[in-house]
């Protein structure tokens, strides 16, 4: 079964630090592309993050750009985003992503971890 | 920025056709992709490339993009359609832009 799942959430006070991790199982996970998304309570999906299949590439939303990092660890399957510097407008459920590509073109955000709920607040 | 603005929320009753717009510029020269999240689950990619489905997706569901619009459509809308639709879309600059969302209420 193809599948992502979040870990790392929890409440951290603002100006503090946390690093989610995203363990994939059931697919080549070296093969894809990987973004971060995050549901704030009462908003819509916002994207955070993304990154090629390499590592070598990575893109941020403004939002949390210099804030933020993205990275993988294909051999052990698994996406991290480590964030610095959080604010309480940082609070949210953040989802890891997969993105399938053919012939480089996306095929679309494909599959959605369960989210792992980050909360920033004194 | 790029942006993609939805109507907030959308009605209608069963058995009958939702459309659910996302405005952007030239959005019609870019793909469109759909994305449906029920109360408390993930989102669920339900129309990409503006209008294929994912395998697992019924066939109610349908996607348009042209000029500054793309459509999401569906048609025999059921009770378990009731849910919020994002549309989402890749601008060079501003990377993965998503739309605000639109909540489909099945009355």
Same mark, same amino acid.
């Given at each position: 079964?193809?599948? $992502?799942v979040?870990s790392?959430?929890?409440?951290?006070?603002?100006?503090?630090?946390?690093?989610? &991790?995203?363990?994939?199982s059931g /697919?080549?996970f070296?093969?894809? %592309?990987m973004? %971060?998304?995050? $549901?704030?309570p009462g908003?819509?999906?916002? @994207?955070?993050s993304r990154?090629?299949s390499?590592?070598?590439? /990575?893109?941020?939303a403004?939002s949390v750009?210099?804030? /933020?990092?993205?990275?993988?660890?294909?051999a052990?399957?698994? $996406?991290?985003?480590?964030?610095?510097?959080?604010?309480?407008?940082?609070?949210?459920? !953040? !989802?890891?992503?997969?993105?399938?590509?053919d012939s480089?073109? &996306? $095929?679309?955000?494909?599959? @959605?971890?369960?989210?792992?709920?980050?909360?920033?607040?004194? | 920025?790029?942006?993609?603005? =939805?109507? *907030?929320?959308v009605s209608?009753?069963p058995?009958?056709?939702?459309?659910?717009?996302c405005?952007g510029?030239?959005l019609? #020269?870019?793909?469109?992709y759909?994305? =449906? =999240?029920? *109360?408390?689950q993930?989102p669920?990619?339900v129309?990409?490339q503006?209008d294929?489905? *994912?395998?697992?997706?019924?066939?109610?569901?349908? +996607?348009s #993009?042209? +000029?500054?619009?793309?459509?999401?459509?569906?048609?025999g809308?059921?009770?378990?359609?009731?849910?919020d639709?994002?549309?989402?879309?890749w601008d060079?600059s501003?990377?993965?832009?998503?739309g605000? +969302?639109t909540?489909?209420?099945?009355?």
């Amino acid at each position: 079964e193809v599948q $992502l799942v979040e870990s790392g959430g929890g409440l951290v006070q603002p100006g503090g630090s946390l690093r989610l &991790s995203c363990a994939a199982s059931g /697919f080549t996970f070296r093969k894809y %592309w990987m973004h %971060w998304v995050r $549901l704030a309570p009462g908003k819509g999906l916002v @994207w955070v993050s993304r990154l090629n299949s390499d590592g070598s590439s /990575f893109r941020y939303a403004d939002s949390v750009k210099g804030r /933020f990092t993205i990275s993988r660890d294909n051999a052990k399957d698994t $996406l991290y985003l480590q964030m610095h510097s959080l604010r309480v407008e940082d609070s949210a459920v !953040y !989802y890891c992503v997969r993105e399938a590509y053919d012939s480089g073109t &996306s $095929l679309g955000m494909d599959v @959605w971890g369960q989210g792992t709920t980050v909360t920033v607040s004194s | 920025s790029f942006e993609l603005t =939805q109507p *907030p929320s959308v009605s209608v009753s069963p058995g009958q056709t939702a459309s659910i717009t996302c405005s952007g510029e030239t959005l019609g #020269n870019r793909y469109a992709y759909w994305y =449906q =999240q029920r *109360p408390g689950q993930s989102p669920v990619l339900v129309i990409y490339q503006d209008d294929k489905r *994912p395998s697992g997706i019924p066939e109610r569901f349908s +996607g348009s #993009n042209s +000029g500054n619009t793309a459509t999401l459509t569906i048609s025999g809308t059921q009770a378990l359609d009731e849910a919020d639709y994002y549309c989402q879309a890749w601008d060079g600059s501003s990377g993965v832009v998503f739309g605000g +969302g639109t909540r489909v209420t099945v009355l």
